[in-house]
């Protein structure tokens, strides 16, 4: 885990998202807590995460998601040596479907 974001403020921010328990609450909860912006910035980063997890290509992904190179590299470093958050989520979601 990163200590450059471990914070009471971001605990409080976690221990908040943690309390919510629909799609429909997750809605009402982001939309008032970020620009349409920064929501569409997050969900981007996490569909280029999606795609870079399953093999797709650069090109493939700037024309799928509109993302930057810059950003697709991000999140590709991130994958390669972040804290492997990305994975997690991915396979719990991937559970869930079956």
């Known amino acids: 885990m990163s200590s450059k974001i471990k914070s009471k403020d971001v605990d ?3 221990d908040a998202i943690l309390k919510l328990q629909t799609r429909e609450e997750c809605y009402m909860l982001f939309e008032d807590l970020c620009t349409v912006q920064e929501m569409k910035a997050l969900s981007q980063r996490l569909v280029v995460a999606k795609m870079l997890s399953e093999g797709k290509v650069y090109s493939d992904i700037v024309k799928t998601t509109g993302a930057s ?3 697709i590299s991000r999140v590709k470093r991130s994958l390669d040596y ?5 994975a997690l989520v991915f396979g719990r979601m991937e559970a869930e479907e079956k």
Do not use: I, Q
């Open 12 to 14: 409080f921010l976690f």
């Open 69 to 71: 190179t810059a950003t």
């Open 82 to 86: 972040g804290c492997d958050s990305y």
